[in-house]
């Protein structure tokens, strides 16, 4: 007699989604289908802004200036 896979009670699936405008019609289309019965969606964790600031230099969001002048010039316009 072959063994019958037992299927678990309860599970879940992640699911990676690119475009963040479309989580509202994902998150309905999921609630339609039958067995669902909790949709989630956990937060992304705010950056610090140590972190933010390495993105930017990671980025090429940076400027060098000679002197404070040059930068008090700059920010003038």
């Known amino acids: 007699m072959a063994n019958a896979a037992t299927v678990p009670a ?13 989580l509202k019609d994902i998150k309905k289309a999921i609630g339609l289908m039958r067995g669902v019965g ?3 969606v956990p937060r992304q964790q705010r950056m610090s ?29």
């Open 49 to 77: 802004s140590y972190e933010r600031s390495l993105r930017d230099i990671e980025e090429g969001r940076v400027y060098k200036y000679e002197s404070l002048d040059e930068l008090i010039k700059d920010i003038e316009g």
């Open 38 to 40: 909790k949709i989630t």
């Open 10 to 22: 309860k599970g879940q699936i992640l699911v990676d989604i690119e475009d963040m405008s479309l």
